[in-house]
């Protein structure tokens, strides 16, 4: 249990610990905002987690030049931030209006080398034209809440990472499992999303060992894999 990660929370969103038991144990976590108003509250979030700082495509509409402007601020004042969480999402609002948000989110993640969290719904193709354009000095990225195989490929050739969230298990397990198998173990993270977390949802340690037994792997075993993985991303 102690070995468990988590590569997308959002801890100002009010995590509550009996919907989540073993978040007080996790090893590494990459925690992001999807407002400016949740900037400072993170920043002041004494949990020990990796923070990032962004605005999410729902709230692309928060985004102007003052924002930008501290959203640098906070970047260049501390290095061990991040960007996130930041996308596209095609079943909400509008992605024209949402492309310039997050493509110049991107750009300050890549220009100041850091880690990007990427929310992508129906987007594959938009998202990675947008990274390999405008991503590519980041210092990692991650895709949140993966979902689509046929796409896994050009995502890896273009250095990101797999976080596979819960939601994912209502899927069928031949789905399940062609997804999962097409990800590069060295490329798998997983996460919970909380507080938004999945129907069922019981801590990382159930949910990573859900995924192992999908891939036919220890449970433990998995749990070294991704945390190995996040904690390469994070602190190396
Ligand atoms: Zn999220």
């Known amino acids: 249990m102690h070995m468990t990660s988590d590569a997308h929370l959002h801890p100002v969103d009010g995590i509550m610990p ?13 925690s992001c905002t999807s407002t400016r108003d949740q900037w400072v509250p993170l920043m002041e979030w004494g949990g020990e987690t990796v923070k990032s700082f962004g605005i999410h495509p729902w709230y692309c509409d928060g985004w102007d030049s003052e924002t930008e402007s501290a959203l640098l601020d906070i970047l260049r004042e501390d290095k061990g ?14 992605v024209t209006e949402q492309m310039p948000v997050f493509r110049r ?12 969290s990427i929310h992508d719904i129906g987007c594959e193709k938009e998202v990675l034209d947008s990274i390999r354009m405008w991503g590519k000095g ?4 991650v895709l949140h809440s993966y979902s689509s195989d046929s796409y896994v490929k050009p995502f890896t050739e273009a250095g990101c990472m797999f976080s596979i969230n819960p939601r994912i298990l209502s899927r069928s397990e031949i789905r399940l499992k062609r997804l999962l198998s097409s990800i590069p173990l060295d ?40 945390d190995d993985n996040l904690g390469r991303l994070l602190h190396e």
């Open 81 to 94: 931030a991040q960007v996130g969480e930041i996308g596209l999402d095609s079943k909400r609002g509008s």
């Open 187 to 226: 490329r798998l993270l997983l996460e919970s999303d909380a507080p938004f977390t999945a129907k069922g949802f019981e801590g990382m340690g159930a949910f990573t060992g859900r995924v192992a037994s999908l891939l036919g792997m220890e449970p433990s075993e998995l749990e070294v894999v991704v």
């Open 105 to 116: 989110q991107l750009e300050i993640a890549s220009e100041l080398g850091r880690i990007a």
């Open 138 to 141: 980041c210092r990692g990225i």
């Open 18 to 30: 009996e919907r989540y038991p073993d978040l007080t144990g996790l090893k590494h976590s990459l």
